[in-house]
């Protein structure tokens, strides 16, 4: 059998056979192509995802730790010197027969002080918080906030 012998619409037909396959291959190709790079992207964008989640993960219990430390500081440094001037002033008044009413404003703005500051380091304090539930948090925060008869 020669190619002269092969009758042109056979050529045709087996030609249009061999281009289409051809186009189904590279469709399919294409198709499985564009699947992968999609699973692609989607996988890229959920790792970026993951990393911010672990970015703001890692801030937030920085955060945490740097206010845990602020608040210790306060409380065992600057409460310790605010306590002793108490006792000293207490002394002092004890040693006096008669107390100045500058010293007794002196004493109790000292005591509010001394309260003020604890209250403000247990703030900082995530653990301390984690005790009460939200709503008694925001009632302790505006107990503090009015204490100071500056904003109700």
Do not use: C
């Not at 030609?15 to 198709?31: C, E, K, Q």
């Amino acid at each position: 059998m020669y190619l002269g012998s092969i009758s042109p619409k056979i050529l045709i037909i087996g030609g249009a056979a061999i281009f289409s396959i051809l186009v189904i291959f590279i469709i399919i190709f294409i198709v499985l192509y564009q699947r992968r790079h999609y699973r692609f992207l989607v996988e890229k964008q959920q790792l970026q995802d993951s990393f911010q989640k672990e970015i703001l993960k890692t801030q937030l219990e920085t955060q945490e730790d740097t206010f845990y430390q602020i608040g210790e500081e306060i409380h065992d440094n600057v409460g310790q010197l605010l306590s002793s001037t108490k006792m000293l002033l207490g002394t002092a008044e004890r040693s006096m027969s008669y107390i100045p009413d500058p010293l007794k404003t002196a004493q109790e703005t000292l005591s509010k002080a001394i309260h003020e500051l604890r209250a403000l380091s247990k703030s900082l304090n995530r653990e301390w918080l984690h005790q009460f539930n939200l709503i008694q948090n925001l009632e302790n925060e505006i107990d503090r906030a009015n204490s100071a008869h500056v904003v109700q």
